[in-house]
């Protein structure tokens, strides 16, 4: 059996054969140090989340700021209304979709120039929901 892995780009690294070889581990936090062959692979273990936080934060979007529904739904709540004032990464509707509840945060700071969304109401795939500015 032959495996493609890929780095954090996404690009094939390396081709691997599937071959039984004794391997020690040595894990240090997320850091896993491999002993193969007589030599130590060093491999750090991030997820994307981790990978994001850990590149620092990037500046805040500029100008209008559109929020969309990320797959269809129901809208549970709606956290904002028209003329409100929001910080990033405040709560701002409540979508209901396949029985799980997925908060749409605001990308920035700033206030709600335009509300489409309405509890109850059922939003289609990347409808807009608020216009932040």
């Not at 020690?24 to 193969?36: M, N, P």
């Not at 029985?99 to 920035?108: D, Q, V």
Request: proline share 4%.
């Amino acid at each position: 059996m032959t495996r493609v892995l890929s780095g954090l780009s996404g690009r094939p690294i390396q081709r691997a054969r599937a071959v039984r070889r004794p391997v020690e581990f040595d894990a240090e936090g997320s850091a896993i140090s491999a002993l193969v062959k007589n030599q130590v692979v060093r491999l750090e273990l991030a997820d994307a989340r981790r990978r994001r936080e850990s590149q620092g934060k990037q500046q805040a979007p500029s100008g209008r700021q559109a929020v969309s529904a990320p797959m269809g739904g129901k809208v549970a709540r709606v956290l904002v209304e028209v003329g409100s004032a929001v910080e990033e990464g405040q709560g701002l509707v409540v979508i209901e979709a396949m029985k799980m509840e997925n908060e749409l945060k605001s990308p920035k700071a700033g206030t709600v120039v335009e509300l489409n969304a309405r509890e109850g109401s059922a939003v289609e795939n990347n409808a807009l929901l608020v216009v932040i500015e």
